[in-house]
């Protein structure tokens, strides 16, 4: 990879990946729609709205790989994600295609499976059980990667990242948390790797109280070094007593699945 361009570069994952990655690609291209910090040595600077076809088309030619973090990160009107996460993700894979990129690493989420229960151990396999607009705009991205690979040969390793920061922050985190550097390990692999065709895994580091059998993961050679486990006691203490949501409770998405929830009975 002589070049890779990262999208969303000034969202809390893209800005800590300009760091991560620097100096180990040879140019790193960082766009994002609002202006970003000039670039250092062996970076390059790009503005794009990725809903603008013919910008997207200027900001994919040349690079060899795409991280894409780009477009709307959390539940949002239809609109608002209509735009960024399928029109603008079609805009990406699509100039992806016609420039000749050779590796996706995509950004999905936890969400596209959020309706799975706590209870429940899922892996790669599972079929998408989204438990917002967000999470349903995931299942597509995920969707939309498999038809680029399998049809155009482009490589996708798509993460369903759970939840990314230094630290994890609440108890639902705990099972779902990713470090910048486990993060930025599977990352790697998603470029690196010289066999990647089509793949999902999860983005979490090797937490103890994980809902993910990560197998794929791990076969590709990810070697998590973070656990959530030493912040556990005190998140756990701290929410002890407080108000639960059943249905957040109950289910891996959390609040994602209580918000605007109003089914009779609660799926299995
Ligand atoms: C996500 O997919 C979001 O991008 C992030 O903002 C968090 O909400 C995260 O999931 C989470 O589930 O904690």
Redesign the pocket.
């Known amino acids: 990879m002589d070049r890779v361009l990262i999208t969303g570069a000034g969202g ?1 994952i893209g800005s800590a990946l300009r760091e991560t990655l620097r100096g180990i690609y040879p140019v790193l291209r960082v766009s994002d729609r609002v202006p970003l910090a000039p670039a250092r040595d062996g970076e390059e600077v790009d503005q794009t709205d990725i809903a603008d076809m013919a910008a997207v088309e200027r900001m994919v030619e040349g690079v060899d790989g795409i991280i894409h973090l780009g477009g709307i ?2 539940e949002n009107s239809w609109e608002k994600i209509l735009e960024g996460n399928i029109i603008g993700l079609y805009n990406v894979f699509e100039a992806a295609r016609r420039a000749g990129t050779r590796r996706i690493v995509m ?1 999905t ?3 596209a499976v ?1 309706f799975y229960p706590r209870a429940q151990i899922i892996d790669h396999r599972v079929v998408p059980r989204p438990d917002s607009r ?1 999470g349903v705009s ?1 299942a597509f991205s995920e969707a939309l990667a498999s038809l680029y690979a399998d049809k155009h040969g482009i490589g996708f390793l798509c993460t369903r ?4 920061g230094t630290r994890p922050i609440d108890s ?2 705990l099972a ?1 948390w990713v470090s910048p550097r486990d993060y930025t390990q599977l990352v790697r692999i998603g470029l690196e790797h010289p066999e990647i065709r089509f793949e999902i895994v999860y983005g979490v580091s090797g937490n103890q109280r994980s809902w993910y059998d990560n197998s794929n993961a791990r076969r590709l050679g990810y070697r998590p070094q973070d656990d959530s486990e030493p912040d556990a006691a005190q998140i756990l203490a701290a929410e002890a007593g407080g108000p639960k949501d059943p249905i957040a409770e109950r289910y891996q ?2 609040t ?1 699945c209580a918000d605007e929830y109003d089914a009779p009975t609660p799926p299995d």
């Open positions: 809390g990160s959390g950004a989420s936890n969400h959020g967000y995931k990242i759970g939840n990314f639902r985190r779902i998405g959390g994602f």
